[in-house]
Nanobody, 122 residues
């Protein structure tokens, strides 16, 4: 099985920064794509940023220029550097990954972390 464990959430004032980390562990042959999603109270979960194995990134319009996603392939870890945080960035942030597990599994599976709370005060 594959586990994703997030860390780095917390409380920060508007304009501040946080760095989230997500480490994948377990039976992993390769990770195709890793990303961050967030869900605010009363709202649907939405994509924040994602990065492929080739390093191609995409971002939600609301975070472009403020957030940066990066990945350490050797460590099976993805990071989200969040700068210029705003109160509307407050949400639970979830790590997500498309993983090809170890044999005998032959298909890519999609996995979620448990989430980490980010709260931005005004």
């Amino acid at each position: 099985q594959v586990q994703l464990v997030e860390s780095g959430g917390g409380l920060v004032q508007a304009g501040g920064s946080l760095r989230l980390s997500c480490a994948a562990s377990g039976s992993i042959r390769s990770i195709k794509r890793m990303g961050w999603y967030r869900q605010a109270p009363g709202k649907q979960r939405e994509l924040v940023a994602a990065i492929t194995g080739d390093g191609i990134t995409n971002y939600a319009d609301s975070v472009k220029g403020r957030f940066t996603i990066s990945r350490d392939i050797a460590k099976n870890t993805v990071y989200l550097q969040m700068n210029s945080l705003r109160p509307d960035d407050t949400a639970v942030y979830y790590c997500n990954a498309d993983v090809l597990p170890g044999l005998p599994v032959l298909t890519v599976g999609n996995f979620w972390g448990q989430g980490t709370q980010v709260t931005v005060s005004s």
